[in-house]
């Protein structure tokens, strides 16, 4: 399995039949600094990586996913975020990205983060499923397209199983 957690943190796990291994990547796009954090929990190794470019390591996963993500990037950039989840997915695999989306609780509650002055997420841009569609459909079928309406923040959750090349 890889995992992208939103663009400040990255976790890769990796099982084989004897020992499994956690990569932990956090990147500040701000400062632009990388940091390895060391986990205890099982062997790890870890690299650094940004994943607007080409990222060369041969692994892949059945299952890749991310949880707000692709919505702080510009569009060129999220399409290269998203080429990266399927290129490091096996054939036959499913990605599951998720999403912030602008539905009226989102904008509610953003408006009145930001004139608390507790929104911290400049670069954040709520997307819809349009936004991304060409992007996914390139790589893959969209099994289920769900949103997720409980988060105050509301997020639009998309799983896709990915094509045999």
Known sequence: MIKFIDHFQTIFLSKSRKKAFLFLIIFCPVCSIFELHELHTVPHKG???????????????????SIGLIEHFSPKER????????????????????????????????????????????DEVPLRYEDVKQDIEHYGDVLAVKLNRKLFLTQMLILIKKRAS
């Open 47 to 65: 690299f650094l990586t940004d994943l607007t470019k080409e990222i060369t390591f041969s692994e892949q996963y059945d299952f890749v996913y």
């Open 79 to 122: 399409s290269i975020v998203i080429k990266n989840h399927f290129k490091y997915c096996k054939e036959n695999g499913h990605v599951l990205i998720s999403f912030k989306t602008p539905t009226r609780k989102y904008r509610f509650w953003r408006k009145c983060m930001e004139l608390a002055r507790m929104w911290q997420f400049w």
